[in-house]
């Protein structure tokens, strides 16, 4: 069923003959070895428990030290406002640049991927306080992730009580949080035309574009509640009443970056704070929904309904990607996504190592990915349009896109 996929697909295959030689291959290494033959995941339930998992895991990993963290957010501070001073006192002010569209355009290019790579591990970092695995401080981690995430434009607080729930019903086709799979009778006859390089460049284009907004402001891509359902409202039905206030909180933090950014257009003019801000920002959602979508969606992976879901089952339904040098420049994230799902408060400087320690655990159910993202990107979106139910297995969903 899944034959389609090995042309742009590079798998690392775990059949039980091989799975204590995969399981030490480095994770930093490339696909320099010959492509083996794809295999799904196993869905039933696992030989072993998180129990299991966690005792192969060095103690260390579980430590979360403020100070470490803290130095990866002062290297980041800097880096921003260094390119922040290049860009608004030397890029800007540059008569080259100000006689010529094409070297403001490439001056844009370069600074917005630069500045909006900061700005996404900004992001990082506000996601790792929202799990408490910043420090062992709550109130610390609150304060970093509110004002990390707000700069991005992220509701702290409402994005940390959504996601929570999304790692305590990953995989689940019901009560997933992020990024409901589509059943084929819910697909819309459009998708059938959507096939062709032209359409799919559209679509990549339109969804790095609004994907992250969208979903912030009306739940595109969320889980279906009975009425309107927005990260901004305090009365969402995604929030309860002892939530709203802080809601209210992330919402003011929001509004005061746009303040900010709407001072800038005022002093500076309105091309300045898109230069400064705009690109960045429209960059960095990029990022976001490239990793986020890349991580949980596969066709090697599965989804259950209610009769099979179970939260181990459902955390580990979940694929490591290789993003090459990106893997550092956000903080370990796409590569060590199943250890973040397993341990949601380990600090991303271990979760290397300990991904290493309990691959051999794992076995079958760990998967990882070394194509390039960008290809994995192009291929996804064209193989996973909807989940359809095994015809061997009831309550077990893979994703398919034929017609």
Same mark, same amino acid.
């Given at each position: 069923?899944?034959?389609?996929?090995?042309?742009?697909?590079?798998?690392?295959? =775990?059949?039980?003959?091989?799975?204590?030689?995969?399981?030490?291959?480095?994770?930093?290494?490339?696909?320099?070895?010959?492509?083996?033959?794809?295999?799904?995941?196993?869905?039933?339930?696992?030989?072993?428990?998180?129990?299991?998992?966690?005792?192969?895991?060095?103690?260390?990993?579980?430590?979360?030290?403020?100070?470490?963290?803290?130095?990866?957010?002062?290297?980041?501070?800097?880096?921003?406002?260094?390119?922040?001073?290049?860009?608004?006192?030397?890029?800007?002010?540059?008569?080259?640049?100000?006689?010529?569209?094409?070297?403001?355009?490439?001056?844009?290019?370069?600074?917005?991927?630069?500045?909006?790579?900061?700005?996404?591990?900004?992001?990082?970092?506000?996601?790792?306080?929202?799990?408490?695995?910043?420090?062992?401080?709550?109130?610390?981690?609150?304060?970093?992730?509110?004002?990390?995430?707000?700069?991005?434009?992220?509701?702290?607080?409402?994005?940390?009580?959504?996601?929570?729930? =999304?790692?305590?019903?990953?995989?689940?086709?019901?009560?997933?949080?992020?990024?409901?799979?589509?059943?084929?009778?819910?697909?819309?006859?459009?998708?059938?035309?959507?096939?062709?390089?032209?359409?799919?460049?559209?679509?990549?284009?339109?969804?790095?574009?609004?994907?992250?907004?969208?979903?912030?402001?009306?739940?595109?891509?969320?889980?279906?509640?009975?009425?309107?359902?927005?990260?901004?409202?305090?009365?969402?039905?995604?929030?309860?009443?002892?939530?709203?206030?802080?809601?209210?909180?992330?919402?003011?933090?929001?509004?005061?970056?746009?303040?900010?950014?709407?001072?800038?257009?005022?002093?500076?003019?309105?091309?300045?704070?898109?230069?400064?801000?705009?690109?960045?920002?429209?960059?960095?959602?990029?990022?976001?929904?490239?990793?986020?979508?890349?991580?949980?969606?596969?066709?090697?992976?599965?989804?259950?309904?209610?009769?099979?879901?179970?939260?181990?089952?459902?955390?580990?339904?979940?694929?490591?990607?290789?993003?090459?040098?990106?893997?550092?420049?956000?903080?370990?994230?796409?590569?060590?996504?199943?250890?973040?799902?397993?341990?949601?408060?380990?600090?991303?400087?271990?979760?290397?190592?300990?991904?290493?320690?309990?691959?051999?655990?794992?076995?079958?159910?760990?998967?990882?990915?070394?194509?390039?993202?960008?290809?994995?990107?192009?291929?996804?979106?064209?193989?996973?349009?909807?989940?359809?139910?095994?015809?061997?297995?009831?309550?077990?969903?893979?994703?398919?896109?034929?017609?």
């Amino acid at each position: 069923m899944c034959l389609y996929i090995q042309a742009d697909f590079k798998y690392i295959n =775990h059949n039980n003959s091989e799975s204590r030689h995969c399981s030490k291959i480095n994770m930093e290494q490339k696909s320099n070895s010959p492509v083996k033959r794809a295999s799904r995941s196993p869905h039933v339930k696992p030989p072993f428990t998180l129990s299991d998992v966690k005792k192969a895991v060095p103690p260390h990993c579980f430590e979360r030290s403020a100070i470490r963290s803290l130095s990866y957010l002062v290297f980041d501070v800097i880096i921003l406002f260094s390119l922040y001073h290049i860009a608004a006192n030397y890029i800007l002010t540059s008569e080259l640049v100000q006689s010529s569209k094409l070297y403001l355009v490439t001056a844009g290019i370069i600074y917005s991927v630069l500045q909006g790579l900061i700005l996404a591990r900004f992001w990082v970092i506000g996601h790792e306080c929202g799990h408490n695995a910043f420090s062992e401080y709550q109130w610390l981690d609150d304060t970093v992730g509110f004002i990390t995430h707000s700069v991005v434009l992220f509701p702290y607080f409402s994005f940390k009580y959504s996601h929570h729930r =999304h790692h305590s019903r990953t995989g689940s086709l019901e009560e997933e949080e992020f990024d409901v799979p589509l059943l084929k009778s819910q697909v819309s006859f459009i998708f059938k035309y959507l096939k062709n390089p032209v359409a799919r460049v559209l679509v990549i284009a339109l969804v790095l574009v609004v994907a992250v907004p969208l979903y912030l402001l009306v739940n595109f891509r969320g889980r279906t509640y009975d009425r309107f359902a927005s990260h901004f409202d305090p009365y969402s039905p995604m929030f309860s009443r002892k939530q709203r206030a802080q809601v209210l909180l992330s919402d003011a933090g929001c509004f005061a970056v746009i303040y900010a950014v709407y001072k800038l257009a005022m002093l500076k003019g309105f091309a300045s704070a898109a230069f400064i801000y705009g690109g960045p920002y429209l960059f960095t959602n990029a990022m976001l929904i490239i990793v986020a979508v890349l991580q949980h969606t596969n066709p090697l992976v599965p989804y259950y309904d209610h009769s099979e879901w179970e939260w181990l089952k459902g955390s580990m339904a979940t694929i490591d990607r290789d993003f090459g040098i990106l893997n550092t420049v956000f903080h370990q994230q796409p590569n060590t996504h199943v250890a973040h799902h397993l341990f949601p408060k380990m600090p991303h400087y271990h979760a290397v190592e300990a991904t290493k320690a309990f691959k051999p655990i794992l076995g079958d159910y760990y998967q990882y990915d070394f194509t390039p993202f960008y290809k994995s990107l192009w291929t996804t979106l064209n193989d996973c349009v909807y989940v359809e139910e095994d015809e061997k297995n009831k309550g077990v969903y893979w994703y398919n896109n034929k017609f």
